[in-house]
């Protein structure tokens, strides 16, 4: 299927060396590249796998453990490379086959690890399979792969159910036959260019463990699933019904969602991966409604780790982050997977921007509110997130305090959710602005040749080179808070975290030897120091055996 040659098996003495440690990943931070905004190297305005391959130090000096690259396949881009027409090759624009190899190779040489993108939920339209399924006609056996069905109505003209696509507007599409007639429906519950496989046909899971293979092969650590929670979907398709279901998703288990089917490929998934040497993993996208829902991600016999979107769609508050920070570690506690924690990504507003606005409003805001406020509040929640146990994910760009860009025009824009509307609400652009890495310079050190979306005027100052230095940067917070986990790895390790007493809107909790503490209200409190500063967010007084803490300040003590 592919067309390009296979890259010889990566180095298994680098892979040895890198994976020193067993279960490396249950306090590793991971980074999210987003290959298409990290780093430009031919100046196309694109990024691609070289840009990312030269800026690999910039990533260990950072101080992250592994790399997860969002995908970077053979795709028509329908959805960012999230339609893969073919998994087993590299979309040109990104580079080829011998480029990953050499990403990957790279990467071990310096530590870090690399997890790829895997998005078995749907395939692209111009998958091969999916052709030849619309060529062959009604009946064809390629159809069983996808869930084609005929029409409901008179003439079969109203789609088979009533399910909506994520990105808005109905979840089906009617196909053209091959002899130019109205025909059968498909079901995307994403774009219409992101065509459903039907998980219950043998040749979908046959050719899923064989992709795992080929990249495991190639030598990668771990892969993310994309939509882990969509593969299976209730038996029979039924109509949701009388539901609003932009109310539902996320609050209840769906018909197409989240379905106890799903476990089952994870538990054939888990034994491929456990023939390779290596410590290698899985973390899955799985949006369930609660996160004792997703711990069924997470058993033993199944995933290593699975997002926290509970943490990462709440607000700025002591008590309700409380709430989620103990939750998820009691539904991680009883199936011994990690916690992990978020607060930014690909698809929702950068955090710098969540905090600026006014607490409720969700994971996709269109305001840029008040910066300075989100930004203290990003550093300080930042700290939060790092000094709690287990996993943490960072998505490019945040160590720079990078808001999400509000006012792209929209004929810039290419998320494909914001032409749907009224689905996922599409301004996912935002937050895939490519980054700055340089002062001047035609898109800021992205590339030569300009950007895909483009950047805002000030984004210079907030670039690599202008933050190195500066004691006072949030690229220097996150360098010390990343130093400082790696040398006490005793930060992120653990399941647990012990509550100290604190005033109304702060937080406080004691990790062995490491002091944490939040304050998450709008006025200065001040605390009995534990012991040393490590670590703070802002600026903070220490008098006597009281230390004040500015509001949205989060400061690290060690009591060693
Ligand atoms: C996941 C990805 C998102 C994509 C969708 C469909 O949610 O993170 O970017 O649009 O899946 O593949």
């Given at each position: 299927?592919?067309?390009?040659?296979?890259?010889?098996?990566?180095?298994?003495?680098?892979?040895?060396?890198?994976?020193?440690?067993?279960?490396?990943?249950?306090?590793?931070?991971?980074?999210?590249?987003?290959?298409?905004?990290?780093?430009?190297?031919?100046?196309?305005?694109?990024?691609?796998?070289?840009?990312?391959?030269?800026?690999?130090?910039?990533?260990?000096?950072l101080?992250?453990?592994?790399?997860?690259?969002?995908?970077?396949?053979?795709?028509?881009?329908?959805?960012?490379?999230?339609?893969?027409?073919?998994?087993?090759a590299?979309?040109?624009?990104?580079?080829?086959?011998?480029?990953?190899?050499?990403?990957?190779?790279?990467?071990?040489?310096?530590?870090?690890?690399?997890?790829?993108?895997?998005?078995?939920?749907?395939?692209?339209?111009?998958?091969?399979?999916?052709?030849?399924?619309?060529?062959?006609?009604?009946?064809?056996?390629?159809?069983?792969?996808?869930?084609?069905?005929?029409?409901?109505?008179?003439?079969?003209?109203?789609?088979?159910?009533?399910?909506?696509?994520?990105?808005?507007?109905?979840?089906?599409?009617?196909?053209?036959?091959?002899?130019?007639?109205?025909?059968?429906w498909?079901?995307?519950l994403?774009?219409?260019?992101?065509?459903?496989?039907?998980?219950?046909?043998?040749?979908?899971?046959?050719?899923?463990?064989?992709?795992l293979?080929?990249?495991?092969?190639?030598?990668?650590?771990?892969?993310?699933?994309?939509?882990?929670?969509?593969?299976?979907?209730?038996?029979?398709?039924?109509?949701l019904?009388?539901?609003?279901?932009?109310?539902?998703?996320?609050?209840?288990?769906?018909?197409?969602?989240?379905?106890?089917?799903v476990?089952?490929?994870?538990?054939?998934?888990?034994?491929?991966?456990?023939?390779?040497?290596?410590?290698?993993?899985?973390?899955?996208?799985?949006?369930?409604?609660?996160?004792?829902?997703?711990?069924?991600?997470?058993?033993?016999?199944?995933?290593?780790?699975?997002?926290?979107?509970?943490?990462?769609?709440?607000?700025?508050?002591?008590?309700?982050?409380?709430?989620?920070?103990?939750?998820?570690?009691?539904?991680m506690?009883?199936?011994?997977?990690?916690?992990t924690?978020?607060?930014?990504?690909?698809?929702?507003?950068?955090?710098?921007?969540?905090f600026?606005?006014?607490?409720?409003?969700?994971?996709?805001?269109?305001?840029?509110?008040?910066?300075?406020?989100?930004?203290?509040?990003?550093?300080?929640?930042?700290?939060?997130?790092?000094?709690?146990?287990?996993?943490?994910?960072?998505?490019?760009?945040?160590?720079?305090?990078?808001?999400?860009?509000?006012?792209?025009?929209?004929?810039?824009?290419?998320?494909?959710?914001?032409?749907?509307?009224a689905?996922?609400?599409?301004f996912?652009?935002?937050c895939?602005?490519?980054?700055?890495?340089?002062?001047?310079?035609?898109?800021?050190?992205?590339?030569?040749?300009?950007?895909?979306?483009?950047?805002p005027?000030?984004?210079?100052?907030?670039?690599?080179e202008?933050?190195?230095?500066?004691?006072?940067?949030?690229?220097?917070?996150?360098?010390?808070?990343?130093?400082?986990?790696?040398?006490?790895?005793?930060?992120?390790?653990?399941?647990?975290?012990?509550?100290?007493?604190?005033?109304?809107?702060?937080?406080?909790?004691?990790?062995?030897?490491?002091?944490?503490?939040?304050?998450?209200?709008?006025?200065?409190?001040?605390?009995?120091?534990?012991?040393?500063?490590?670590?703070?967010?802002?600026?903070?007084?220490?008098?006597?055996?009281?230390?004040?803490?500015?509001?949205?300040?989060?400061?690290w003590?060690?009591?060693?």
């Amino acid at each position: 299927m592919s067309q390009q040659h296979l890259a010889a098996p990566a180095d298994e003495t680098a892979v040895a060396t890198v994976a020193q440690h067993r279960d490396w990943w249950r306090g590793a931070v991971i980074y999210q590249v987003y290959p298409r905004s990290f780093a430009d190297s031919n100046g196309d305005g694109m990024g691609d796998l070289e840009g990312v391959r030269a800026r690999l130090p910039y990533l260990r000096d950072l101080g992250v453990d592994a790399v997860w690259l969002s995908p970077f396949y053979a795709s028509p881009q329908a959805d960012a490379g999230y339609d893969v027409a073919d998994y087993r090759a590299v979309d040109p624009m990104f580079g080829n086959l011998l480029d990953a190899d050499a990403l990957i190779r790279d990467a071990h040489g310096l530590g870090l690890r690399i997890i790829v993108d895997l998005v078995p939920n749907h395939s692209s339209d111009q998958h091969e399979w999916f052709k030849r399924a619309l060529a062959e006609g009604p009946g064809s056996p390629l159809r069983e792969r996808y869930h084609f069905r005929p029409g409901k109505g008179k003439n079969g003209e109203l789609p088979p159910n009533d399910w909506e696509s994520i990105f808005g507007g109905p979840a089906w599409t009617r196909v053209t036959e091959p002899d130019g007639t109205p025909g059968e429906w498909y079901l995307h519950l994403f774009a219409p260019e992101q065509p459903d496989f039907n998980w219950e046909h043998p040749a979908v899971g046959d050719e899923f463990r064989s992709i795992l293979r080929f990249w495991l092969d190639m030598g990668v650590d771990g892969f993310r699933i994309d939509v882990a929670h969509g593969l299976v979907k209730a038996e029979g398709l039924p109509d949701l019904g009388d539901h609003d279901q932009l109310k539902l998703l996320g609050n209840d288990v769906m018909p197409f969602f989240d379905q106890d089917g799903v476990h089952e490929v994870y538990r054939q998934w888990r034994t491929v991966l456990d023939e390779y040497a290596g410590d290698r993993i899985f973390v899955a996208e799985a949006w369930t409604p609660t996160v004792e829902r997703t711990a069924h991600y997470v058993r033993p016999d199944e995933l290593h780790q699975a997002f926290n979107f509970q943490y990462l769609s709440t607000d700025w508050d002591a008590d309700e982050l409380r709430v989620v920070i103990d939750r998820t570690l009691d539904a991680m506690r009883p199936v011994g997977a990690p916690a992990t924690w978020v607060l930014s990504n690909h698809d929702v507003t950068r955090h710098a921007t969540r905090f600026a606005n006014p607490p409720g409003l969700g994971t996709q805001i269109r305001t840029e509110g008040d910066r300075a406020l989100g930004l203290r509040r990003a550093r300080a929640a930042t700290l939060l997130m790092l000094a709690l146990p287990g996993s943490a994910y960072l998505y490019q760009g945040e160590e720079l305090g990078l808001p999400d860009v509000v006012d792209l025009p929209d004929e810039v824009r290419q998320d494909p959710a914001y032409f749907r509307g009224a689905g996922q609400d599409g301004f996912r652009d935002g937050c895939r602005v490519p980054i700055p890495w340089t002062r001047t310079g035609s898109s800021y050190g992205f590339g030569t040749g300009g950007s895909w979306l483009p950047q805002p005027a000030n984004w210079g100052e907030l670039s690599v080179e202008a933050q190195t230095g500066d004691p006072h940067s949030t690229l220097e917070l996150y360098r010390a808070a990343l130093a400082a986990r790696r040398e006490h790895p005793s930060l992120g390790a653990g399941e647990s975290l012990e509550w100290l007493p604190a005033p109304d809107g702060v937080l406080s909790f004691r990790r062995g030897e490491f002091v944490c503490v939040a304050n998450t209200t709008t006025t200065p409190v001040t605390v009995p120091s534990p012991g040393r500063v490590l670590l703070t967010s802002g600026e903070v007084t220490t008098t006597g055996t009281e230390t004040t803490l500015p509001a949205d300040t989060t400061v690290w003590w060690t009591t060693a």
